[in-house]
């Protein structure tokens, strides 16, 4: 499958980058016959994301990993989200066996003591899930951003996901946050509250805090790691995460 996706990058790349976020979405479910699907993390992005694609009524697949550990504001953003677009999002979720193992040797708040725990509940509550959500994808569309990390930097708007052998899209890739939020309020898309308590990035709640004006976004995620990407492993190559499993 890679082989026969390679040639069209470049070309996807080069059509993709002279269009617009929302146009990308389009061109992208035209240029492509197998199933595409938009990963929804109900971020900023990910709602402008959604909205679009909703929007355009778009034959794309739209799921969302529901980790268990997620704030209720964010449970009360995606009941809205689906109230306000009729559109379900499907949740997919940790398998049982995975999840009973990782508590059992690390404990439920385990991922506080060392980057191997973290990793670990990454990996069972959010990265393999993920895998079986993208199995038999042509496409994966997420809402990095190029200027929310330098891991995310390096995805560039179109690529070939190595580990997973499909396309990865980011569609705002070369936007910035404060351009999402002007279409976010222009469009009037509904976002989650905890953005108005200092919340940016905001994944699982025992992992995420709100940050002081003017630190980095990804500053609120993992704050008690000091050093290294602040990444749970979703945008990783398979190499990355099985050093960051095997850390300690």
Known sequence: MLERLRPSVSELSSLLARLAPAERLAELRRALTGRIVFTHGFGVEGQLVFHWLCEQDLDIDVVTLDTGRLFPETYALWAGTERRYGRRIHAIYPERAALEAMVARYGIDGFYDSKQARHACCGARKVRPLDAALGDAEAWITGARADQSDVRRDAGLIAVDDSRGILKVNPLFDWTREKVLDAIA??????????AQGYVSIGCAPCTRAIAPGEPERNGRWWWETNGAKECGL???RARRRELAGCG
């Open 186 to 195: 222009a469009a009037d898309v509904p976002i989650n509250a905890l953005h």
């Open 235 to 237: 945008h990783l190559p």
